[in-house]
């Protein structure tokens, strides 16, 4: 993967379903310099030769997507992502335009972090939960009169404001700290600290678990752990899961032996 590419948002079309939308996705990244197209669960399958019909000839972004299972997986890689969406209720997430966002994300590429923008499909949206693995909502300023925007044209917007930031933008610096962690990273925490308070009993009653998970996943996410810091707290948690087993080792020796 050459370095430009790196240097730009990945654009992730969640559960797209139409090939002509995923086409004309493609026409407007060509538009505006955008090359990295990844499709979470098409609708229809992929490949789609309607998609490539429709993208007029900008065929390099569709050449070269890339199909994943899950909105986990294809941010696997990336170390700042954010949900073009609704305002969502449910999460305490920071709210930004395009413009904003594009400033945000030109920024974290010229630190070296790989950058995206995850865009739901044409009916549906964006699930809570997916959104919830995201650092920010972007949200398109548009009349209430009329909210339906089609999902090529979310992209287009997006990706001009994107463009607007390489005009007037200094060299690419890294800067000397640490990177924040990529999403498998994060992913990994995550299931690591769910998994030991589903056994400590702390996700009741059953039915609010999905939303206590997000709230955490949401909260945590907010902090831009590194890599190292990611290490460092899943210690933390195999050592108190490791504590709560001596404690409870300890107190049925004590039932069988009371003298002890």
Known sequence: MSETSTSQPVVILNAPQLAENIGATARVMANFGLSELRLVNPRDGWPQERAWASASGADWPLNGARVYEDVAGAIADLQLVYATTARPRELQLPVITPRQAARQLAEAAGEGQRVGLLFGGERAGLETQDIALCHAVVTIPIDPRFHSLNLAQAVA??????????????????????????????????????????????????????????????????????DQEVRTLRGVITALSRGRGKVLEKLARRREDPET
Do not use: C
Request: avoid cysteine; glycine fraction near 6%.
């Open 157 to 226: 917007i997006n990706a001009y404001e994107w463009r607007t930031t390489l005009d007037d933008a200094p060299p690419p610096k890294f800067r000397e700290a640490a990177p924040p962690a990529d999403g498998a990273a994060l992913m990994g925490l995550y299931e690591h600290l769910e998994r030991e308070l589903t056994t400590a009993g702390f996700f009741h009653p059953p039915e609010k678990t999905p939303s206590m998970v997000q709230n955490l996943r949401t909260a945590l996410g907010r902090a831009r752990f590194t």
